[in-house]
């Protein structure tokens, strides 16, 4: 039996339903179905109490930034929830030291930047779980400061990782640099345009045996999951539009 506050419950039961509402529009704005894009919801910072009460509420995918605090999220929810069916994505910054823990507990990592860090997570993840969904980071706008192979190296990734044993290629991640207010809805658009325009030239490039599982998109955030809906993602990373601003 749950013992998720039900109060937290009903709250999230109407911010999921708006956010569903609001990814619907944009899907049939864009003549594209709404269930073709999966609604991931970031949890970093966020309590136990609070990612129960979201999976009570509806949510199934959970993203979060820091490893340990993201392991001990998972081992605590298994423990409330034993029989639960939530996916747990790893959506960031990934260190050298950290690649076990990521490779033992995730069902997916999206922020892959380079070959040393997916050959670990392929020697780690453990010979009786099923092979670790990857994304691979790209920094589609080249921001100096900000993780991601660039757009060039992304083919030569693609294929290396398709070729490992433990994982399996998945798709393309990125977090565009924010614009301005003021920017048009083209430049809005045009960094997730260009990612989609990358996803579609690694796919038709890749074996066909991986070509069938290379089906995900990961872009879109709060403030901009519209536009990255527009331009073909497949699944975007909501926090703040579930859960309130950060304090």
């Not at 969904?133 to 693609?158: D, F, W, Y």
């Not at 614009?179 to 030239?201: D, I, K, R, V």
């Not at 490039?205 to 998109?217: E, R, S, V």
Request: charged share 15%; net charge neutral.
């Amino acid at each position: 039996m749950s013992n998720a506050n039900p109060c937290l419950v009903t709250t999230y039961i109407e911010r999921l339903e708006q956010v569903k509402s609001q990814i619907s529009s944009a899907c049939q704005a864009h003549h594209r179905v709404p269930a073709s894009v999966c609604l991931m919801a970031a949890t970093k910072t966020h309590a136990v109490p609070v990612i129960q009460a979201a999976f009570e509420a509806g949510m199934r995918d959970f993203g979060e930034n820091y490893v340990q605090e993201g392991v001990d999220k998972i081992v605590a929810l298994q423990q409330l929830l034993p029989n639960h069916s939530a996916h747990w994505h790893f959506i960031g910054p990934i260190q050298s030291n950290k690649t076990r823990l990521i490779a033992e507990h995730f069902d997916w990592v999206h922020s892959v930047d380079r070959l040393k860090i997916a050959q670990r997570l392929s020697e780690q993840r453990p010979e009786n779980q099923p092979a670790l969904n990857i994304c691979l980071q790209v920094n589609i706008s080249h921001e100096p400061s900000k993780r991601g192979c660039t757009p060039s190296e992304a083919l030569m990734l693609a294929l290396a990782v398709s070729q490992m044993p433990h994982l399996r290629l998945r798709g393309l991640m990125a977090i565009p640099a924010p614009l301005a207010e003021s920017a048009s809805e083209q430049e809005q658009q045009a960094p997730f345009l260009a990612m989609h325009t990358l996803f579609n030239q690694i796919k038709s490039t890749l074996p066909n045996n991986t070509q069938a599982h290379f089906d995900t998109l990961s872009m879109g955030m709060s403030a901009d999951y519209q536009h990255a809906i527009a331009a073909g993602s497949t699944m975007v990373r909501i926090g703040s539009a579930l859960f309130g601003e950060r304090t």
